[in-house]
């Protein structure tokens, strides 16, 4: 932020910006001032677009999958996938008797 500046201060960056820019100066304000409302208009749209979002109510969450337990035999079944179509296999459990 700017330190308090008195008025010979002020008159002196006043004089400084007469110097630099001229008759150019209206135009530089001009655009300074676009370029605030364009970042003002920005703001308030991103502003615009949380509200939006926080007023929708929230989708349900996914519920995580489930873990199976293991057989007693402590190890997971084996699985297999019969030959058929394509894109109708289906997984088909070996029984846990046979060996493999």
Known sequence: M???LGPWEMALLLLLALLLFGKRLPEVGKALG???VEFKKGVKGI??????ASSRPAPPAASPPTHQPLPAGGQEPQVSF????PGEAAPVRKPENAGG
């Open 2 to 4: 700017l330190p308090n």
């Open 34 to 36: 676009k370029g605030i």
């Open 47 to 52: 502003e615009d677009e949380i509200e939006d």
């Open 82 to 85: 019969q030959e058929g179509t």
